[in-house]
Structure formats: C-alpha cells, structure tokens
C-alpha cells in the first residue's frame, strides 16, 4: 500500500522546554511518539531515549523471526531498562520517564504498543475511534465506575499515570494489532493534543483537511489557541493502495521532527 505522513512537536504556550519527542521511519515503517516527565532534563532524555533506542531495535531486528508483537515488547523493554540504567548513572534523573505509543507496519500487518497516556486513534469512513486505553488513574476509576466521565474530565489526578518507562514495576506493556484499511488515517499524540482538543474536533480536522501536513498543522494550532498548557505532538498517518485513492495529497506530505 501507497503511504503517506507527517509529524511536527510544539512546546506548546505555556512550557519553556519541550520534552516530548517523535521518531520516524523515513521509508514509512514504523512511528513513534513519547512524552518525557520528571523535570526539565529528565524528561527530555527520557523520551528521548525511548524513540531512539525503540527505533534502533526496531531497524535491527526488523528482518528477524520475531513476530510483530513480540518485536514490539522487546523494543519497549529495552527502552525501559535503558531509562532505569540512566536514572542509576544520573541520580539527578532518577524521577525521569515518559510514555511512548508507536505503530509498525510489518508483514502486511499493522501493530500498535503503546505504554501511558499517548493515544492512537483510528479515523476511517468520518468516525473517530480510541485505539489506546490510558495507563492513568483516572482511566482505571473510570472503567470501574469509581467516577462520571464529567469528573474524569477535571479530576485533580487526571494527569497522573499509573505507569510509564523509566519504572522497574512496569506491568503491562499493551500491543495490538490494527485492521488498517486504504483511505484511513492514524493519529498519535501526546496528551498536549487530547488535553486541549476534543474528540469531535479532531475527527473534523481529519475529516477536512486535505493532506496529513495540514492535519497536523491544525490540530496543533488548536491546541495551542486552545491553552497550549502542555507540550503538543502529533503524526498522522494515511493508507492507501495507489496515488488515486488520497485526497489529492501532495509533495508536502513528509515528516518533519526536531528529534
């Protein structure tokens, strides 16, 4: 299948540092997004490590036997005891971590991981659909019925996840695969992105932009005139099976990254 993207990350309004990070793959095989915490340094390091060293793991064990979600584990386990073996080198970063979600397309299949509170979604037919569940306290008293959707959404701890990498008790590492069809479009984002932008706002700007660039482009705008309280990163993905079956997307559509 024909492939097209583009990614950008925004320090947003309010932050002096962005300590989210975005990696790529410039022939369009895996993506991947992080959002650092724990301070200024820590959270830039972390989120910049799990990127490289997933994508690194990634490109190295790409044509091995491994199928895709094993490969998917492996590449965040890594990543997690990359972090925790900084943390031990630079005491001064032993609170650092980040979550990553990332997408891989192998083996004419499409799998998702994804640990925190980075989210995919799936965009198809003008329906938006949450492809991640968030490793946060406030998802976990959500399902179990412990709070109203309205609480969830101004709850003190909303923000506060219940893992991330950079932890020796990391539990749970989600993957899934991705029935992808031509003509969908994939978006991964930090929560600068779903902390300030609505659901029904980002289907509509799926819906009408005209390439992935422009996708991106509004989308962090809106964010930002929306608040811009966090650092923002978005990549959007769009399938399909020849030039024809785009909506007349053009050159434009490459990824960028400050990574």
């Keep these: 299948m024909k492939r097209r993207f583009n990614g950008r990350t925004d320090t947003g309004v309010m932050r002096a540092v962005n300590q989210d990070c975005l990696y790529y793959d410039p022939r369009g095989r895996f993506f991947i997004v992080a959002d650092g915490m724990g301070g200024h340094a820590g959270g830039q390091e972390a989120s910049k490590i799990a990127t490289q060293v ?35 080198t630079h005491p001064e970063r032993a609170e650092m971590g980040t979550t990553v979600v990332a997408v891989v397309f192998r083996e004419d299949k499409s799998w998702c991981v994804h640990v925190g509170d980075s989210r995919l979604y799936l965009w198809r037919d003008n329906i938006l659909t949450p492809f991640t569940e968030d490793h946060t306290w ?12 309205e609480e969830a959404g101004v709850h003190p701890w909303r923000h ?26 994939l978006l991964l984002c930090s929560d ?5 932008v609505s659901e029904e706002e980002i289907r509509m700007y799926l819906q009408e932009a005209e390439t992935c660039e422009e996708a991106v482009t509004e989308l962090i705008e809106t964010a930002k005139e929306n608040g811009g309280s966090d650092n923002v990163t ?13 909506r007349n997307l053009d050159e434009a559509d490459t990824l960028s990254s400050e990574y």
């Design 54 to 88: 997933i994508s690194d793991y990634l490109e190295e064990h790409w044509e091995s036997d491994l199928n895709s979600e094993n490969l998917l584990h492996q590449a965040v386990e890594e990543a997690n005891e990359k972090i925790i073996g900084d943390q031990q």
């Design 160 to 185: 506060v996840l219940s893992q991330c990498l950079g932890r020796k008790e990391l539990y749970s590492i989600d993957t899934d695969i991705i029935n992808v069809q031509p003509g969908d479009r």
């Design 234 to 246: 978005v990549i959007v993905i769009e399938e399909g099976e020849t030039e024809e079956s785009f």
């Design 192 to 196: 600068g992105l779903t902390g300030e």
């Design 138 to 149: 406030v998802a976990w008293a959500l399902k179990s019925g412990t709070i109203s959707p």
